[in-house]
């Protein structure tokens, strides 16, 4: 693994997660207000964030990999 993909990974590994939380957060906020049952809104919310999540870590590792290539 090269060193500009490993840095893909730790930027993704530490900002996937900010991006999860925050797509829960403002997904839990605008659902509570359209459905009443509490539990829809956190398994909705969490899926959100969950997809969020791992969509923003695998671009990273493409767009590490895509520049280590671009570098050689």
Same mark, same amino acid.
């Given at each position: 693994?090269? $060193?500009? %993909?490993?840095? !893909? ?5 530490? @900002? =996937? #997660?900010? !991006?999860?939380?925050? *797509? @829960? ?10 459905? #009443?049952?509490?539990?829809? %809104?956190?398994? !909705? &919310? *969490?899926? *959100?964030? %969950? *997809?969020? @999540?791992?969509? @923003?870590?695998?671009? &990273?590792?493409? %767009?590490?990999?895509?520049? =280590?290539?671009?570098? $050689?």
């Amino acid at each position: 693994m090269t $060193q500009t %993909v490993r840095l !893909a990974l730790v930027l993704g590994l530490i @900002f =996937s #997660p900010l !991006a999860g939380l925050m *797509a @829960f957060v403002i997904t839990y906020e605008e659902y509570q207000h359209h459905y #009443p049952d509490r539990r829809r %809104v956190m398994r !909705a &919310s *969490a899926g *959100a964030g %969950v *997809a969020t @999540f791992v969509v @923003f870590l695998l671009l &990273s590792l493409i %767009v590490g990999m895509l520049v =280590s290539k671009v570098g $050689q």
